[in-house]
Each structure stands twice: as structure tokens, then as C-alpha cells.
């Protein structure tokens, strides 16, 4: 089983909402990702967490702040966004030398 | 800085017409090279992943293959359900967590 959820599935959202998107994978993974996508684009590093610590952070805005509660949970906290910050959101788990990627949250900032 | 490029941007199939994505790639070593399949609006889906030249892996209608400058993805007749955007990305050998993505094949098959 190489299944990575997501949740929400969508999510709206105005500029001085705080919201959280959800990732969780049983896998056993040990390191875990946050991606953003644009239209049309490949998905864009945001966040890499090895074994519950932050590795990488891929000089991202202070408005999202991602937590790794425990191996098989990844959160993404969400603050006073802005427009172009729409996108779909993807979580991804890493087995052996392969990312697993989610479904996405599909993130609209009005 | 490692690159990846692939080609063509976008490719339509008659069904039953097959064909062959390209993608190139510059990395300071190869630890991997993955192909994904994306529909619109969700996640990518694992197809592949290589690890050195002259590697090949096979599933249902498609074949990735690998040299030290480029993978090709073979399909070979295609259904429609095959349309999607195809993502090729390497990860460099030095312990490096990062995923160098190309910018896609937009692959459609018309019936």
C-alpha cells in the first residue's frame, strides 16, 4: 500500500483566515514533504521533514508553517495568505528512494 | 545545478498509435529518475523509478528505459485512459532530498 491522504480535498479561504491542510501516510515513511503547484507547472519543494525534523525549507513565506506531530502526520498551518499563494497543495512520503504523493488540497485565497 | 527537460510539451495520439516521451537531464550523479503520471487536479501517480543506465521497467502499455543523459517513456497502444500529463524528475547522489522536476509531456489519446 503506497497510500498518502490528504485533507481537505478543497479548501477556501480569505486573506486573514488561519486554516491547516492535513497529511497522513502509514507507510512507515520517515521523511515527508510539502509541494505546491501551480497550473501548468511541476510541483514546487516547500518543506522536507526527516524523521519528525525540518530538513529543508525551501525559503517559504512565514505564513505557512508546516509540523510533523509524529512520523505519520504532516500539518501545514495557513495565515493571512495571499491570492497568488492559490494553488494545490501536495504531501508526499518517501519509501526507499521514491516520493508517494497525495491527492492534493486544492487551495483557493480570495 | 541539475536540469531536466522534456519533450515534447504536448503530444496527440490517435488510439492505438504509439510513441515515446523524452526526457533529458544534467545532475552532478544520478540517485534516481522517476516517472509520475498526473491527472488535472490531483496528485502524481508513481509509474517508475530507474536507477542507472541501461535499466528498464514495464508496466501495462508503458516502458520506461534509462541512459546517463536521458529516459524515455514507451507507450505502446495507447486507450484513452492513457491521456494525462507524464512528470519526469532525478534526484542527485549526495544525499539530497530534492526532486528536479521537467515541466511535463501533456499526453492525449484521442479515441
Known amino acids: 500500500d503506497t497510500e498518502v491522504t490528504q485533507t481537505p480535498k478543497h479548501l477556501v479561504m480569505g486573506m486573514t483566515n488561519k486554516k491547516s491542510l492535513k497529511c497522513e501516510q502509514h507507510?512507515?515513511?520517515?521523511?515527508m514533504y510539502w509541494y505546491k503547484q501551480k497550473a501548468k507547472k511541476p510541483p514546487e519543494l516547500m518543506f522536507v521533514?526527516?524523521?519528525?525534523?525540518?530538513?529543508i525549507n525551501e525559503s517559504v513565506p512565514s505564513r505557512f508553517s508546516p509540523e510533523c506531530p509524529n512520523s505519520s502526520l504532516l500539518n501545514l498551518h495557513l495565515h493571512a495568505l495571499q491570492p497568488e499563494d492559490s494553488a494545490l497543495y501536495l504531501c508526499?512520503?518517501?519509501?526507499?528512494?521514491?516520493?508517494?504523493f497525495g491527492p492534493g488540497t486544492r487551495l483557493l485565497v480570495l | 545545478e541539475d536540469q531536466v527537460t522534456q519533450s515534447p510539451e504536448a503530444l496527440r495520439l490517435q488510439e492505438g498509435e504509439s510513441s515515446s516521451l523524452n526526457c533529458s537531464y544534467t545532475?552532478?550523479?544520478?540517485?534516481?529518475l522517476f516517472w509520475y503520471r498526473q491527472d488535472p487536479g490531483k496528485g502524481p501517480e508513481f509509474l517508475f523509478t530507474l536507477y542507472s543506465a541501461g535499466e528498464e521497467k514495464e508496466k501495462e502499455r508503458l516502458k520506461a528505459t534509462l541512459t546517463k543523459k536521458e529516459s524515455f517513456l514507451h507507450i505502446t497502444a495507447p486507450k484513452p485512459e492513457d491521456s494525462a500529463t507524464y512528470l519526469c524528475?532525478?534526484?542527485?547522489?549526495?544525499?539530497?532530498?530534492?526532486?528536479?522536476f521537467g515541466t511535463g509531456t501533456r499526453l492525449t489519446i484521442i479515441p
Open positions: 521533514y526527516s524523521y519528525e525534523k525540518l530538513s
Open positions: 524528475a532525478v534526484q542527485a547522489n549526495f544525499g539530497n532530498e530534492k526532486l528536479t
Open positions: 507507510m512507515g515513511h520517515r521523511a
Open positions: 545532475v552532478s550523479g544520478l540517485r534516481g
Open positions: 508526499a512520503s518517501r519509501g526507499d528512494q521514491t516520493q508517494y
